[in-house]
């Protein structure tokens, strides 16, 4: 049952707290407080990023690089952490100057993920707005799916995350955003 379909009250509730949870995560990376978005993850987490490929319609079922495949990120908590620490030194050549970015997220979509466990589906769109010295810009759609993990002490937190990319090729110098 999806969780925006039922009228209860508590259950739009579950979606407007993910919406504000997916806004604060969007101004944490904004404000390139990483450290700070790291808190937003389990840590048991994982993000991927699959590989697209344009093929035929009867070919779709291959659309993307599956999870034993190459993706454009294969991330686990500690992966991430060691990503932020590398862009908190000031030593990352492809963040000096550091980039601008800003991101917006739309479609937020919430479903009980029926686990028993106090998980749930989401998924949201998103267009990132990437600028970097004077004429490197770059725009990222896709759409995001989540598993958004409610937990006592920390609210909610996101125990998987995969980004599917609407471009196929990504033409942008470096991809040192998170997603």
Known sequence: MSV????????IDVARAVEKFYYKEARL????????????????AHLWAPLRYNLSRREQQ??????????????DKPNLEKRVRGLETG???????????RRLITNVEVE??????GDYRARSHFLVYRNRM???????AGCRR???????????????????????V??????????
């Open 170 to 179: 990504l033409l942008s110098r470096n991809l040192s955003i998170f997603f």
């Open 62 to 75: 291959f659309e993307y690089s599956g999870e034993d495949d190459f993706g454009y990120f294969d991330d």
């Open 91 to 101: 030593q990352a050549w492809a963040e000096d100057p550091p980039t601008r970015t």
């Open 29 to 44: 990376l904004d404000d390139r407080l990483f450290t700070e978005w790291l808190t937003l993850w389990a840590d048991d």
């Open 146 to 168: 989540d598993i958004l993990r409610r937990t006592a002490t920390d609210g909610l937190l996101i125990a998987r995350r995969e980004v599917i990319l609407d471009n196929n």
């Open 4 to 11: 925006l379909e039922n009228t209860n009250t508590e259950v």
């Open 134 to 140: 004077e004429a490197d810009v770059d725009l990222h």
């Open 112 to 117: 009980s993920d029926d686990s028993g466990v």
